[in-house]
Structures are given as structure tokens and as C-alpha cells.
Nanobody
Framework: QVQLVESGGGLVQAGGSLRLSCVASGRSFSNYAMGWFRQAPGKEREFVAA????????YYADSVKGRFTISRDNAKNTVHLQMNSLKPEDTAVYYCARDRTTTRWGPMLVQEHKYDYWGQGTQVTVSS
């Protein structure tokens, strides 16, 4: 059983920054792509960013491209989401998730059902 635990959320003013972290239990962390999703009140959960097992390949939603950076530290079983130039519309609960298939990479990872383990989420609130 794999557990994902997010941290780093909070309240920040527009234009500010936050760094989210997600620590994974279990083995073979580096074999799996990891993703970040978010869900705003009254909206469906949406893809934010993903990286492959090594962290050398990344993919972003257009809404966060150029502002957010996903990275990972496989020695610490951790994936990060650095969020800069935050906007009120970035307010949401942010979730990390693990790809259900090893060594996979591609645009299909924007789809929620490609992931099998999810964290409990961390709240990010951006005030105007």
C-alpha cells in the first residue's frame, strides 16, 4: 500500500509563492510518474502538472505554465510543486497522485484515471 502525504499549503497574497511537497511511502518511487491536480470549490478536479520518474520530463496545464514548476527528489521519495506569481484563481485543494503504471510518460497523464494513489490534499488560498 502506498501513502502520499502533501504539505505546504496555506494562505498567500496574489503575486506570492508557495512550495507544495508530497512524500510517498513504498518502494520504487522513481519508477512512477507523479502528478499534481487541484479542485476549486464547485469545480471538477483538474490537472496541474506531471513529471516522469526521473523528473527530467515535465508537463503543465496551460493555466500554470511559466508560473509553476514540478520537481522530484527520488532519494527522499518526494515530489514538489513550486508555485510563483499566484493568482486568486489558483485557490483550490491540491492533490498529488502516482501513475498506476511504471515507466510511462506522455500526455495521457493529464487524465485522473491514469493515477491509482492520491494524497489527502492541501489547501491553497490566494487572496486578492
Amino acid at each position: 500500500q502506498v501513502q502520499l502525504v502533501e504539505s505546504g499549503g496555506g494562505l498567500v497574497q496574489a503575486g506570492g509563492s508557495l512550495r507544495l511537497s508530497c512524500v510517498a511511502s513504498g518502494r520504487s518511487f522513481s519508477n512512477y510518474a507523479m502528478g499534481w491536480f487541484r479542485q476549486a470549490p464547485g469545480k471538477e478536479r483538474e490537472f496541474v502538472a506531471a513529471c516522469n520518474g526521473s523528473g527530467g520530463s515535465t508537463y503543465y496545464a496551460d493555466s500554470v505554465k511559466g508560473r509553476f514548476t514540478i520537481s522530484r527528489d527520488n532519494a527522499k521519495n518526494t515530489v514538489h510543486l513550486q508555485m510563483n506569481s499566484l493568482k486568486p484563481e489558483d485557490t483550490a485543494v491540491y492533490y498529488c497522485a502516482r501513475d498506476r503504471t511504471t515507466t510511462r510518460w506522455g500526455p495521457m497523464l493529464v487524465q485522473e484515471h491514469k493515477y491509482d494513489y492520491w494524497g489527502q490534499g492541501t489547501q491553497v488560498t490566494v487572496s486578492s
